[in-house]
């Protein structure tokens, strides 16, 4: 009976290693794809040029996010035609490929400089979260505190749709430092990952280290002082991801983790967003031309360099992080504590930057 015992666990020792092999093989070869394709890019000199409103004062060469796209969605296909086709979840992966790719194409003609206003764009990511509609990826269901589980029913097509825009274009302005939006994705995209496999979906776990794997691949260029640009088509791809996948994990994957767990991790950007958002509509400006008065913008102009904002976001994204592994593990009036904890933080990192930019006449 004994030697049995030992032999079953020394199987399962022996499969969970094998199995960890595999995984950090696949990410390893990923890794190194995601930086052939950016040190081709490179070369290909598709150039962002600085004016009054960059943060960068030198041409740079841009796009270099298209690594992150294909390397990516190679490993999202390799994944399931060639690992795992027993999961179910192959429609729901082929809607989210579709949909974040043509995101991925319409940032790519913009950072050409292709697209005559951002409200192409904008039709183009809209047309996109039909993609995801067409799969049932659909927020149809939300848990509040002291009010339980809430069912959506069709309002969940709009929660849905504000949900992946808004993070998709939240991600897309929050890219203007060397390393920031890298740095952050990867930070998130393991997080999210260690949540995932924690909880048992090993999908979302497979899903999110792969995009952790292919920004790392990418982000040994853009460190400061970045060699290359991610792009719109970086940026725009990311977002959309990350908020797509976060429907994915809630609603069909077997932990069904919870839907605030992705807003969790990049509060720090749905913040600093949203109140410049809101400022700045409230200042009468068009909103969608581009600034340079985001908070870590101004942290920027203040005298802080490009490394330190960078680290200071993925810092904070790391504290976020740690309190969503937290936050799984809470129901209720718990989970809802963490949030206005971060809600008070912010809004006094907040009142400190606007306090010393307006000393320093930057608004």
């Known amino acids: 009976m004994l030697e049995a015992t030992i032999s079953h666990v020394s199987d399962y020792i022996e499969m969970a290693i094998d199995s ?11 890794l190194i794809g995601a930086g052939i394709i950016t040190r081709y890019m490179l070369k290909r000199q598709i150039l962002a040029l600085p004016n009054h409103r960059s943060s960068h004062d030198t041409p740079t060469p841009s796009s270099g996010g298209v690594s992150i796209v294909l390397i990516t969605l190679a490993g999202y296909l390799f994944f399931y035609f060639v690992w795992d086709q027993k999961t179910g979840l192959g429609p729901f992966l082929s809607g989210l490929v579709m949909a974040s790719l043509m995101v991925a194409i319409v940032g790519f003609l913009d950072d050409l400089n292709r697209l005559p206003s951002f409200k192409i764009k904008l039709l183009s990511q809209i047309m996109s979260v039909a993609v995801l509609f067409a799969c049932d990826l659909i927020i149809d269901r939300v848990t509040l505190p002291w009010a339980g589980t809430i069912e959506l029913g069709l309002w969940g097509y709009i929660v849905t749709l504000v949900w992946v825009v808004g993070l998709t274009n939240a991600f897309n302005f929050m890219d203007g430092l060397d390393g920031m939006a890298g ?17 048992g979906s090993i999908f979302v776990f497979v899903l999110s280290y792969i995009i ?9 260029y853009n460190v400061p002082k970045a060699r290359i640009f ?25 932990g069904q983790i919870s839907f605030w767990v992705m807003p969790l991790l990049f509060f720090h950007f749905i913040f600093d967003t949203s109140y410049t958002f809101v400022r700045r509509l409230r200042a009468g400006e068009v909103v969608t031309d581009a600034h340079r008065s985001h908070l870590y913008q101004l942290v920027n102009r203040l005298g802080w360099s490009h490394p330190r904002v960078s680290l200071l976001y993925a810092g904070m994204c790391i504290v976020q992080g740690i309190a969503a592994i937290w936050f799984v593990t ?12 971060f ?5 006094a990192y907040l009142w400190i930057v606007i306090r010393a930019a307006r000393a320093r006449r930057l608004l």
Request: net charge negative; glycine share 10%.
């Open 183 to 199: 740095g952050t994705a990867i930070v998130a995209a393991s997080i999210f990952a260690l949540i995932a496999f924690n909880q």
């Open 230 to 254: 991610m792009g719109d088509v970086g940026s725009q791809f990311l977002g959309f991801m990350f908020a797509a996948l976060a429907v994915l994990a809630m609603k069909f994957d077997a």
């Open 212 to 220: 952790s794997a292919s920004v790392l691949g990418f982000l040994f």
């Open 20 to 30: 960890v092999l595999h995984h950090i093989f696949l990410a390893g070869i990923l």
């Open 330 to 341: 809470l129901t209720g009036v718990g989970q809802f504590l963490i949030f206005l904890a």
């Open 343 to 347: 809600i008070l933080m912010h809004s």
